[in-house]
């Protein structure tokens, strides 16, 4: 055991793995970070927190960081170390050019989920003030971007309904595509302990709908009361069964649904499911799950008191991402389960600043505060503001300015704490797209597999090296705090403020304070916020406004933010991935709990636990009939591509079902997955990949 003996001093900060945000002391002895102790008056972990944010900090030090800013003319030539002063006046002039020479609409910007609010807000600025467009995406467009468009729809903001408090008051939880006790542990436990019971208290009734047998449908401690097995991609379809059970049952809470919700968009929905083909026993042949369960499922949640949904990325992930982001509201509207502790739907957001990164108007279509760019009165306090024009029209997705490269007409990227060859779909697509470019700024910690296609690379800083503020799962705007001084020389907010000076635009702020301030300043939901607040009251739950000047821990409570609820027709679509004789069984994918999604920073710590291999899941009865046993090599082939991986011989998984992770670069599972996405979104459909499993002699 290394004595790390007594710290000198401690920073109060917040943790920059998932979308928990849980609260940190961080210890300090000189300039090294000694140990991170889970903070006991953090509002989101009560003192708690997982192995991640607890242990996997070390990639803060890690050899691996590069430091010096870079740059080369062509992809095929060496890395140049340079200045600060000489990379940013090239990357400023390089863009200049490539504007003046192909148009403001041949440049284009991704911000991180990974970055501060403060440095999110800054990006979009800069590619809306410097570059002239509304080519901004950000990381959440391969996530969460269903839950944007889904609950904007449907309730008015793009947004979890509830604080993590709430679960304490829920007599039924219903979890779809979603794992928290690998994704977001603290969350997780914090739901087992309801599910459980305490002093004489009965414990919540709880529903999984997965295809996988995850750890809540049964663990040492817990039983789920039903598990929905679905086939991959039937989510619509289970969703709209329970529907149909609830409406034809009479178990729709009318009386809310009269006073909250719009009735004649009721009624339409109401008799779209009604109808025979969306009942559980037409709907089984596509879903595979028994109509005895939904049923009881639909049952319970309408009628077992406050039900509150939970989902993941197991729901947003698909060809009908944002069609079952809004079956999900549909069925909370038609139960009357929104608008009070205990209930509500709460997307559960894999990254930290996932939430603050959609907020601060990273979308092609909306500046902060989900606003859209056509809106002319919201234009006009931005031009106020900023002193530039904005463009009415909304700018290119991510995959859209990939296509655009291909085709030639779209010329540089700035890509902030993102790594999209190895966390975007298709690579052989994002590769070409990036090889295309004229000029590609990487802007990360490490020379991660994009920068293969950079001209240019500037060196990022952790969350250990800046001030700022993540907005977590539940809307809570949390304080980050620096703990040490940026080994590169610069916060990312400094980086990008220096390239908007290199090319002409007057900033000038001194702190992210500051930056905030003119978040507060133009965007209505964000108007009580300030770090001064920040620091007195720890956190505050958007909106923070006049009408909610302490924040709102529960939303939608008297009306929702659209007016009325909207209830919207999501009729079951089967994906294009199809099985067949050549791929015949259908891979999902997911996380475990000791790493974090690509493992630039997991991969990165000194300690055993970060380091092994994705395996893959495969049930009993699929691995007899192709000769493997548990621990064999196996060829893992699709449509798309192919990788080789072990096999871990399992009954989590449905037989005709097979689950990897994609923690690890050696694996590449995205070689695998298709390039279908989310009809409205374009959000990946990573969770339905039609595939065939092989024996293999390894890599
Ligand atoms: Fe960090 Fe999430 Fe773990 Fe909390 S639960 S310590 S936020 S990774």
Redesign the pocket.
């Given at each position: 055991v290394k004595d790390i003996g007594k710290p000198e001093r401690a920073v109060v900060t917040?943790?920059?793995?998932?979308?928990?945000?849980?609260t940190?002391r961080a210890e300090m002895r000189g300039e090294q970070l000694v140990r991170m102790i889970?903070w006991k008056d953090g509002k989101?972990?009560h003192g708690?927190?997982?192995?991640?944010?607890?242990f996997a900090w070390g990639y803060a030090q890690h050899a691996d960081r590069i430091l010096s800013p870079m740059i080369r003319d062509a992809i095929d030539q060496p890395w140049r170390e340079v200045s600060w002063e000489e990379a940013l006046s090239y990357t400023a002039r390089r863009l200049q050019e490539l504007r003046e020479r192909h148009g403001r609409n041949a440049l284009g910007g991704i911000t991180s989920s990974r970055c501060t609010n403060e440095e999110t807000f800054l990006v979009q600025k800069l590619v809306r003030a410097g570059f002239g467009t509304n080519n901004v995406d950000t990381c959440a467009r391969v996530c969460h971007s269903p839950t944007g468009y889904g609950l904007k729809t449907t309730f008015g903001t793009s947004a979890g309904t509830q604080d993590f408090d709430s679960v304490d008051d829920s007599d039924v939880i219903l979890v779809i595509g979603a794992n928290p006790t690998d994704a977001?542990?603290?969350?997780a436990s914090r739901m087992k302990r309801r599910i459980r019971g305490k002093d004489g208290r009965p414990g919540a009734r709880l529903i999984v709908i997965d295809p996988r047998r995850t750890d809540l449908v049964r663990s040492p401690h817990i039983a789920a009361d039903l598990h929905l097995p679905l086939r991959p991609g039937t989510n619509v379809a289970v969703l709209t069964a329970m529907a149909h059970v609830i409406v034809i049952e009479g178990l729709a809470d009318e009386e809310f649904i009269r006073a909250r919700c719009d009735w004649e968009e009721y009624r339409h929905w109401a008799d779209f499911v009604a109808i025979d083909r969306n009942s559980p026993e037409v709907l089984a042949e596509v879903t595979g799950v028994t109509p005895q369960d939904v049923r009881a499922a639909a049952r319970l949640y309408a009628t077992g008191g406050n039900a509150a949904i939970y989902y993941g990325l197991g729901v947003t992930e698909h060809s009908q991402g944002s069609s079952t982001v809004m079956a999900i509201a549909n069925l909370a509207m038609a139960t009357g389960n929104i608008g009070r502790r205990g209930v509500g739907v709460n997307p559960l957001r894999g990254q930290?600043n996932v939430q603050g990164a959609c907020d601060m108007g990273s979308f092609p279509h909306e500046l902060s505060g989900y606003r859209h760019v056509s809106d002319a009165a919201t234009r006009a306090l931005f031009e106020a503001e900023w002193g530039v024009p904005i463009d009415p029209e909304p700018g290119l997705r991510i995959p859209n300015m990939l296509d655009a490269a291909v085709e030639g007409a779209f010329k540089a990227l700035y890509i902030q704490g993102e790594d999209i060859l190895q966390s975007d779909p298709d690579t052989r697509h994002v590769a070409a797209g990036l090889a295309a470019m004229e000029l590609v700024i990487v802007h990360d910690l490490f020379l991660n597999e994009t920068a293969n296609y950079a001209h240019v690379f500037l060196p990022g800083s952790t969350f250990l090296e800046k001030d700022g503020t993540f907005t977590?799962a539940e809307r809570r705007i949390q304080r980050v705090r620096k703990v040490m001084e940026p080994r590169n020389g610069l916060a990312d907010w400094e980086v990008t403020q220096e390239l908007a000076r290199a090319m002409g635009l007057g900033w000038n702020y001194t702190h992210p304070s500051q930056i905030m301030d003119e978040i507060a300043r133009l965007t209505p939901t964000f108007s009580g916020v300030n770090y001064a607040r920040l620091d007195a009251e720890g956190s505050l739950q958007w909106p923070v406004n006049a009408a909610a000047p302490d924040g709102s821990p529960i939303m939608h409570v008297d009306g929702f933010v659209r007016g009325k609820g909207r209830f919207v027709v999501t009729d079951y679509v089967p994906t294009d991935e199809r099985t067949g004789p050549r791929f015949p069984l259908l891979l999902t994918t997911g996380r475990i709990l000791s790493q974090?999604n690509v493992g630039a920073q997991t991969r990165r710590t000194a300690n055993a636990m970060w380091h092994g291999e994705d395996v893959l899941e495969i049930h009993p009865t699929d691995a007899e009939n192709r000769g493997l046993q548990d621990g064999d090599w196996v060829r893992l082939a699709s449509r798309s591509g192919e990788t080789t991986l072990r096999a871990k011989v399992t009954e989590r998984v449905a037989p005709g079902v097979v689950y990897t992770t994609f923690h690890h670069p050696e694996t590449q599972a995205n070689v695998v997955t298709t390039d279908f996405s989310d009809w409205a979104t374009n959000c990946p459909e990573y969770k339905v990949t039609a595939v065939q499993v092989s024996p293999s002699n390894g890599p």
């Amino acid at each position: 055991v290394k004595d790390i003996g007594k710290p000198e001093r401690a920073v109060v900060t917040t943790c920059a793995y998932c979308g928990v945000g849980c609260t940190f002391r961080a210890e300090m002895r000189g300039e090294q970070l000694v140990r991170m102790i889970p903070w006991k008056d953090g509002k989101a972990n009560h003192g708690h927190s997982c192995v991640k944010g607890r242990f996997a900090w070390g990639y803060a030090q890690h050899a691996d960081r590069i430091l010096s800013p870079m740059i080369r003319d062509a992809i095929d030539q060496p890395w140049r170390e340079v200045s600060w002063e000489e990379a940013l006046s090239y990357t400023a002039r390089r863009l200049q050019e490539l504007r003046e020479r192909h148009g403001r609409n041949a440049l284009g910007g991704i911000t991180s989920s990974r970055c501060t609010n403060e440095e999110t807000f800054l990006v979009q600025k800069l590619v809306r003030a410097g570059f002239g467009t509304n080519n901004v995406d950000t990381c959440a467009r391969v996530c969460h971007s269903p839950t944007g468009y889904g609950l904007k729809t449907t309730f008015g903001t793009s947004a979890g309904t509830q604080d993590f408090d709430s679960v304490d008051d829920s007599d039924v939880i219903l979890v779809i595509g979603a794992n928290p006790t690998d994704a977001h542990p603290v969350f997780a436990s914090r739901m087992k302990r309801r599910i459980r019971g305490k002093d004489g208290r009965p414990g919540a009734r709880l529903i999984v709908i997965d295809p996988r047998r995850t750890d809540l449908v049964r663990s040492p401690h817990i039983a789920a009361d039903l598990h929905l097995p679905l086939r991959p991609g039937t989510n619509v379809a289970v969703l709209t069964a329970m529907a149909h059970v609830i409406v034809i049952e009479g178990l729709a809470d009318e009386e809310f649904i009269r006073a909250r919700c719009d009735w004649e968009e009721y009624r339409h929905w109401a008799d779209f499911v009604a109808i025979d083909r969306n009942s559980p026993e037409v709907l089984a042949e596509v879903t595979g799950v028994t109509p005895q369960d939904v049923r009881a499922a639909a049952r319970l949640y309408a009628t077992g008191g406050n039900a509150a949904i939970y989902y993941g990325l197991g729901v947003t992930e698909h060809s009908q991402g944002s069609s079952t982001v809004m079956a999900i509201a549909n069925l909370a509207m038609a139960t009357g389960n929104i608008g009070r502790r205990g209930v509500g739907v709460n997307p559960l957001r894999g990254q930290n600043n996932v939430q603050g990164a959609c907020d601060m108007g990273s979308f092609p279509h909306e500046l902060s505060g989900y606003r859209h760019v056509s809106d002319a009165a919201t234009r006009a306090l931005f031009e106020a503001e900023w002193g530039v024009p904005i463009d009415p029209e909304p700018g290119l997705r991510i995959p859209n300015m990939l296509d655009a490269a291909v085709e030639g007409a779209f010329k540089a990227l700035y890509i902030q704490g993102e790594d999209i060859l190895q966390s975007d779909p298709d690579t052989r697509h994002v590769a070409a797209g990036l090889a295309a470019m004229e000029l590609v700024i990487v802007h990360d910690l490490f020379l991660n597999e994009t920068a293969n296609y950079a001209h240019v690379f500037l060196p990022g800083s952790t969350f250990l090296e800046k001030d700022g503020t993540f907005t977590n799962a539940e809307r809570r705007i949390q304080r980050v705090r620096k703990v040490m001084e940026p080994r590169n020389g610069l916060a990312d907010w400094e980086v990008t403020q220096e390239l908007a000076r290199a090319m002409g635009l007057g900033w000038n702020y001194t702190h992210p304070s500051q930056i905030m301030d003119e978040i507060a300043r133009l965007t209505p939901t964000f108007s009580g916020v300030n770090y001064a607040r920040l620091d007195a009251e720890g956190s505050l739950q958007w909106p923070v406004n006049a009408a909610a000047p302490d924040g709102s821990p529960i939303m939608h409570v008297d009306g929702f933010v659209r007016g009325k609820g909207r209830f919207v027709v999501t009729d079951y679509v089967p994906t294009d991935e199809r099985t067949g004789p050549r791929f015949p069984l259908l891979l999902t994918t997911g996380r475990i709990l000791s790493q974090y999604n690509v493992g630039a920073q997991t991969r990165r710590t000194a300690n055993a636990m970060w380091h092994g291999e994705d395996v893959l899941e495969i049930h009993p009865t699929d691995a007899e009939n192709r000769g493997l046993q548990d621990g064999d090599w196996v060829r893992l082939a699709s449509r798309s591509g192919e990788t080789t991986l072990r096999a871990k011989v399992t009954e989590r998984v449905a037989p005709g079902v097979v689950y990897t992770t994609f923690h690890h670069p050696e694996t590449q599972a995205n070689v695998v997955t298709t390039d279908f996405s989310d009809w409205a979104t374009n959000c990946p459909e990573y969770k339905v990949t039609a595939v065939q499993v092989s024996p293999s002699n390894g890599p």
